[in-house]
Every structure is written in structure tokens, then in C-alpha cells.
């Protein structure tokens, strides 16, 4: 099955926030009905709805009924569940993303009978965290979701980090003493002196004006009472970084909050710094 290219799919999407639904062949659902009503991102704000952790993943609801929902599958698939949407005989595409990135998930145009509606089904995107950051969207058929309200950094940091395990042992930085390390990746950003760190697994990948592109730096890592820590070398000098929950943490140069502070010990001084799921 060929899928649309990348910019057909943004165009779906960016139709999906005008709250303009798309239509197939004559503009009608497969059942004759009309085509189904976008759900507009201001709706929560009307009615209640809002996103919520559920046992397979996470859904957003409104009018007190599931909208979308995400889950997990094994092999690192993701799953994006529209329960309003018809089945389209002709339709084996659901398009989802958010932020300017969108993929194609293959969709059973039958329907999906456990979930109701229809699902679609791919690799877990590596964008997923920023997709869900930026508040994402569907499209199938007739059927246009969002741009939905963001998804809490903490709670989309968990999703993320549940999709991954399957993929987690391939990955060196990943992989501590033989086990995977099932965590989020993270973007740190300091400031006075101005630095940044990438961290996927046990890896941190720091950054500074001067080394824009970054060193990485390979640590040991522990995590113990709410708080993560990578210890290592760099240039000969002890490296270590400590993440910890802070909701509300400033970086000193906007109005924008973080949910972690981050304390580093680099080339013999201390910095700080906040932290988010990436």
C-alpha cells in the first residue's frame, strides 16, 4: 500500500484544526450518512474533556464520551483509536501527529469491533513525545480530530516510555548491565552559563555554545526517591547530572516552566538547568 506524502498528510491535519472533516470519493460516509463533524480543540474548554491516563495507554474525552484514544502494542507499534470514525471500505490510512509532524497508520478499513470505531496502527514515531507536547490530531475518512489540547509533559513522558521497552535493548544507551532502561528521553537547557544536554537512556549527549552539535557522554545511571542521576567523565573530569521532579522549574530567560530541575557538575563548576520529556 503506497502512503501519501509527507506534506498531503500535513494538509489533512492543518484541515483537521479548521474544523473542516475530510471527505472520501463523493464527499459521503461508506453508510450514506453525512460526513462526520471535526471535534474542535476549543471543545474541552466547553464541556469538561480533557486527557486522562487509562489502562491501555491514554484517551481524551469529550462529551463525557472517548474521543481519541493511544495505546501501546508489542513491537513498538503505536495505536491511534478514533471511536466516532466509520469504517471506509476504500480508506486503509488514519493519519495522527502534532507540531508539524505527521504519520500515516494503517488503518482495517472493517472497523475495529474490540475498541468500536477504527484504529490505526504503525511504528512508535520518534517524534511521539513532541507530537503529543505540541497537542495532537487525526484524520480518517470523513472523520478530523484536534489540533487537541497539549498532553501534560509527566503524562505524555510515561506514554512514551511505555511504547519503547520493545526497542529499549537494541539501543547500547538504552541498556545497563544487561537490562533496558524503560525511561523517557529528556532535553535539558541551562542558562549563565548557557548549556544543553540531550539524554536518551544512560547517554547525555551535552551541549554548549562552543560544541553546539554536542559530546556525549556515557554514564551510569540511578535513579532512586524521585530523582535521576548519570555519572561519567568528560575531558578527564568528573561528569555528573542530576535530574529531579520540580513542576514549575524556570530557565531564567523566558516565561516558560518545566517539570524537572537539573543540577551538573562539569569541568569542575555547577550548573543548573530544567528538564522535559522529549
Excluded at 483537521?16 to 460526513?35: F, I, K, L, V
Excluded at 474525552?61 to 513491537?75: E, F, G, I, K, T
Excluded at 541498556?175 to 547525555?204: H, M, N, S, Y
Aim: hydrophobic share 40%; proline share 8%; glycine share 14%.
Amino acid at each position: 500500500m503506497d502512503h501519501p506524502p509527507r506534506l498531503a498528510l500535513m494538509l489533512m491535519l492543518l484541515a483537521a484544526g479548521c474544523g473542516r472533516g475530510e471527505q472520501s470519493g463523493s464527499g459521503q460516509r461508506s453508510d450514506g450518512g453525512a460526513p462526520a463533524a471535526a471535534v474542535r480543540a476549543d471543545a474541552p474548554a466547553r464541556d469538561g474533556g480533557g486527557w486522562s491516563e487509562v489502562e491501555d495507554g491514554l484517551a481524551f474525552a469529550s462529551d463525557r464520551a472517548a474521543v481519541v484514544r493511544l495505546a501501546c502494542a508489542p513491537a513498538g507499534q503505536l495505536v491511534v483509536n478514533l471511536p466516532r470514525a466509520t469504517p471506509v471500505g476504500s480508506e486503509e490510512r488514519l493519519s495522527f501527529g502534532g507540531g508539524g509532524d505527521v504519520v500515516a497508520l494503517v488503518a482495517d478499513p472493517r472497523g475495529d469491533a474490540s475498541r468500536g470505531g477504527v484504529s490505526g496502527t504503525g511504528p512508535v514515531p520518534a517524534e511521539l513525545a513532541a507530537m503529543l507536547k505540541a497537542g495532537p490530531g487525526a484524520s480518517y475518512g470523513a472523520t478530523a480530530i484536534g489540533p487537541l489540547p497539549p498532553v501534560e509533559a509527566e503524562m505524555a513522558g510515561r506514554f512514551v516510555a511505555a511504547c519503547r521497552p520493545a526497542v529499549a535493548e537494541k539501543s547500547p544507551c538504552r541498556t545497563q548491565d544487561g537490562k533496558p532502561i524503560d525511561r523517557a528521553a529528556l532535553r535539558l537547557v541551562g542558562t549563565e552559563p548557557f548549556w544543553g544536554a540531550a539524554i536518551e537512556g544512560r547517554c547525555v549527549t551535552y551541549s554548549t555554545p562552543e560544541d553546539i552539535k554536542g559530546t556525549r557522554v556515557w554514564t551510569r545511571w540511578t535513579a532512586a526517591n524521585g530523582s535521576q542521576s548519570f555519572a561519567g567523565a568528560l575531558g578527564g573530569m568528573p561528569f555528573r547530572l542530576t535530574v529531579r521532579e520540580s513542576p514549575g522549574c524556570s530557565d531564567g530567560m523566558s516565561d516558560r516552566r518545566y517539570p524537572m530541575a537539573a543540577t551538573l557538575t562539569v569541568a569542575g563548576e555547577q550548573r543548573r538547568g530544567c528538564a522535559e520529556p522529549r
